[in-house]
């Protein structure tokens, strides 16, 4: 059994909720589950291979049709079970437009 590290509360889905990996240019997509889920990450279940297929980053699709996501980062593997990390949107540029007037 792995050591709990999280810091965040997790919630936990006894048997896992539909979701979908996909490629960050969508050259594929894997169905899984997700077990359990916090603020910053999540544990999935992979229901097909994930050999060969680049999972540095992806996005968890949450709903079929793609609208609701989350942009991962992969923590760890351990079988056909993956950690995920939610990558956070960096602070926004300020635009042209404002910045010349704040000057």
């Known amino acids: ?3 709990e590290k999280r810091n965040a509360g997790r919630v936990a889905f006894e048997r896992g909720f ?3 990996l996909m490629a960050i ?5 894997r169905n899984c589950r997700i ?4 603020e910053t990450g999540a544990r999935l ?3 097909s291979s994930i050999e060969g297929i680049n999972l540095k980053e992806f996005f968890l699709l949450l709903s079929s049709t ?5 942009r991962c980062e992969l923590a760890w593997v351990n079988g056909e079970e993956i950690g ?3 990558l956070r949107q960096g602070t926004k540029k300020k635009s042209a437009k404002n910045a010349d ?3």
């Open 45 to 47: 279940v992979v229901e």
């Open 18 to 20: 539909p979701v979908w």
């Open 84 to 86: 995920a990390t939610f």
């Open 101 to 103: 007037a704040e000057v």
């Open 1 to 3: 059994m792995i050591p």
């Open 66 to 70: 793609g609208l609701a996501f989350r």
């Open 25 to 29: 240019d969508g050259t594929w997509r």
């Open 35 to 38: 077990m359990d889920v916090s």
